[in-house]
């Protein structure tokens, strides 16, 4: 399973850890840029991992994960990365954009074991005291070989189809009032939720110091929304971003029979009808607001 670790582990794994990697993980909304404030200051030895290099281009709907392993292969060996390297994720936003990350690299069939989230990410990390350092990094390309696990992902048809058979719980991490029906801030989206699903607001898994909650605290807040942690579950959000911080999470807890919905409320709350579609009704939707 991944593993979370504070920054005082992380900088002991940085003195004294081989085939380790340490990558920034952060992806922003405009106008912020990522790249710009990881060359402005990062942790010592950190790399930037660009989340959106691994974007399905053909793929109408943003974040959608590729699974063209040439450009996966292609881009984590240009990163410096090995299958046998221990990767660090840390970010430095509030939607814990290293989650996505982690899932992705699990997604790639990197060992979940080598898999680690630095809490409460670069801010623990300046607390802390640790090292940093500004500029592009200098490293080597090394030769990466994915081989997907698409276990861990659903799609649009799977969604579907659990709705006639259901034999997985969606778990929806998105705010309360989006869950309900209320505003939602992309265009051209229906307002509602999946039936049947639940409404799990990825905030409410940390503290005020943005660190991850006791796992019994977090355990309790989950079965007391309904969830039988003893049922697969499938998560999603508004782009897929947010939503693997619950499947971390559930790593964690030693419970595997996770995935995420990668097309998530984009996706499946979208206006337009998709190919072989007669209506929207294909795709339906329950709201709490009357």
């Known amino acids: 399973m991944p593993w979370l670790i504070n920054a005082a582990q992380l900088d002991k794994f940085r003195k004294n850890q081989k085939n380790l990697i340490i990558l920034d993980a ?23 991992f660009s989340i959106t290099d691994f974007n399905d281009k053909a793929s109408l709907f943003p974040n959608m994960l590729t699974q063209d392993e040439k450009q996966i292969n292609d881009t984590l060996s240009q990163l410096g990365i090995r299958n046998d390297y221990k990767i660090i ?21 990197h060992n979940p074991n ?50 006639q058979i259901p034999k997985e719980q969606i778990v929806d991490l998105r705010h309360a009032v989006r869950f309900a029906g209320g505003p939602d801030p992309r265009i051209g989206v229906r307002k509602g939720h999946i039936p049947n699903s639940f409404c799990l607001p990825y905030n409410i898994f940390f503290d005020k110091e943005n660190l991850f909650l006791p796992l019994d605290k977090i355990r309790r807040k989950i079965v007391d929304t309904g969830v039988d942690l003893t049922i697969p579950i ?28 990668d097309g998530s409320w984009s996706e499946y709350g979208a206006e337009q009808l998709f190919a072989g579609e007669q209506s929207l009704e294909e795709r339906p939707i329950e709201t709490c607001i009357s």
């Open 89 to 109: 994720l840390y970010d430095n936003n509030e939607h814990h954009s290293a989650c996505r990350a982690l899932w992705m690299f699990k997604v790639f069939g």
């Open 234 to 261: 499938t998560t999603l959000c508004g782009s897929g971003i947010s939503a693997p911080i619950l499947n971390f999470i559930l790593d964690l807890m030693s419970l595997p029979n996770n995935a995420l919905y």
């Open 26 to 48: 952060s992806l922003y909304p405009a106008p912020r840029d990522a790249k710009e404030e990881f060359l402005e200051k990062h942790i010592m030895d950190a790399q930037f």
């Open 114 to 163: 080598q898999l680690y989230i630095l809490d409460g990410g670069f801010k623990a990390w300046e607390k802390y005291g640790g090292k940093t350092e500004s500029g592009a990094p200098s490293f080597s390309a090394k030769p990466y070989t994915a081989k997907l696990q698409l276990n861990y992902l659903r799609t649009l048809e799977n969604i579907k189809i659990n709705l």
